[in-house]
């Protein structure tokens, strides 16, 4: 009588009902820290990119002289195009983009004396500075770099020399696609190279893709 009392309360009572919630709380504590860490990653990172990224970008412009020197050998400035390639590093929080970077510009001013002879005018940068947008989609932005430019011209009256590069602009980004975005900027930009420092501005598009 004792006995059957006995292992009608250890099956009854304690063995089964201990184990039973020790598993529940088992399966709770390994569940919890998924399901948590689950909620903080989309939290952090809702469109599955990181915070940081490697930028590289391509400006590619058209470039209209500002206030063009006319030396003593008559030639005018007219125009002309350039390029830029940047590299940087892209940091995201709070809806803005924010990306120091180091790069080279060229610049290629066409110029003509009164007889028709071509002088152009190669410019060289590179510059480190950085550029900050603001949105997800529609991105404005602006930027600025400083560095050492260098100008290259056949004209003697001018020739070469080299001095503190500058520039600033505006910019207007479009992301639609993962990893690269695309729009289109305006830019002050200027060499200290003497006797005739350029000054011009450039109109373009460019593109940047983070790795």
Do not use: C
Request: hydrophobic share 45%; charged share 20%; net charge negative.
């Amino acid at each position: 009588m004792l006995l059957e009392l006995f292992l009608g309360k250890r099956t009854v009572v304690h063995p089964r009902g201990l184990g039973s919630l020790g598993a529940l709380a088992f399966g709770a504590a390994l569940l919890s820290p998924r399901t948590a860490g689950a909620q903080r990653y989309y939290v952090v990172y809702p469109d599955g990119e990181p915070w940081a990224r490697f930028n590289v970008g391509f400006d590619g412009e058209g470039v209209v002289p500002l206030s063009a020197p006319v030396p003593l050998s008559g030639n005018t400035l007219s125009g002309g195009a350039g390029f830029k390639i940047r590299f940087g590093e892209q940091f995201r929080f709070a809806g803005v983009r924010f990306i120091p970077e180091v790069g080279y510009g060229y610049d290629h001013l066409f110029a003509t004396d009164d007889i028709g002879d071509a002088f152009a005018w190669d410019l060289h940068r590179v510059f480190g500075g950085a550029r900050i947008a603001f949105g997800r989609v529609i991105v404005p932005g602006f930027y600025a770099h400083v560095g050492y430019g260098w100008r290259e011209t056949g004209d003697l009256d001018v020739g070469d020399d080299a001095g503190v590069a500058f520039d600033a602009g505006v910019l207007l980004d479009i992301h639609v696609i993962p990893r690269f975005g695309f729009g289109a900027h305006v830019e002050y930009a200027t060499i200290d190279a003497q006797p005739y420092a350029p000054h011009w501005l450039a109109v373009g598009v460019h593109a940047d893709v983070v790795f």
